[in-house]
């Protein structure tokens, strides 16, 4: 191989290495109030979802299990909300979770006596102050209950988005 031509792409190089840095170091911060912020809206799309589950659970034949993935990565992240929404969070992801364990059991057995107890019903009050408490409290700190337009970066396209 031969290393001759390599000076006159020296400053390419340099360039491209620093922008991989750059992205690898500093773009990947993030500060707490975004973060927080972040959290509060996944929470909320989740109860949005299952909310439109509840009333969907009504036609359906099979009911469809409740999405709780943010509520377990961030149940534990929850401590800058009130004590109130930390209760009926906790409370309406509970009762999803006990009521994706008899959809489970319900489809392992293919048994419907197993769905026959599932009131879904109780869930409807849970998820409604859940989601009153989380919109309430993107109002206070964002000043919209809708999760901001985010536009992809340069970065984005290039290297996909975590």
């Known amino acids: 191989m031969d290393f001759g031509d390599i000076g006159g792409n020296y400053p390419i190089?340099?360039?491209?290495?620093?922008?991989?840095?750059?992205?690898?170091?500093?773009?990947?911060?993030?500060?707490?109030?975004?973060?927080?912020?972040?959290i509060?809206?996944?929470?909320?799309?989740?109860?949005?979802?299952?909310?439109?589950?509840v009333e969907a659970s009504y036609l359906q034949q099979k009911p469809k299990k409740f999405v709780v993935t943010s509520w377990h990565m961030n149940k534990s992240k929850l401590d800058f909300l009130q004590q109130?929404?930390?209760?009926?969070?906790?409370?309406a992801f509970g009762m999803a979770e006990d009521f994706n364990r008899q959809i489970e059991a319900a489809k392992k057995y293919k048994s419907a006596s197993y769905m026959a107890s599932v009131n879904m019903d109780k869930l409807k009050e849970p998820l409604a102050k859940s989601r009153q408490g989380l919109e309430e409290w993107l109002q206070?700190?964002?000043?919209?209950?809708?999760?901001?337009?985010?536009?992809?970066?340069?970065f984005d396209t290039l290297f996909g988005r975590r």
């Open 13 to 38: 190089i340099v360039i491209i290495i620093g922008l991989i840095l750059l992205q690898f170091f500093f773009m990947r911060r993030r500060k707490p109030e975004t973060t927080h912020r972040a």
């Open 40 to 53: 509060v809206q996944s929470l909320l799309s989740e109860v949005r979802l299952d909310q439109a589950l």
């Open 84 to 91: 109130s929404l930390q209760g009926n969070l906790s409370e």
């Open 140 to 154: 206070s700190k964002t000043g919209t209950k809708e999760p901001p337009l985010e536009y992809p970066g340069i």
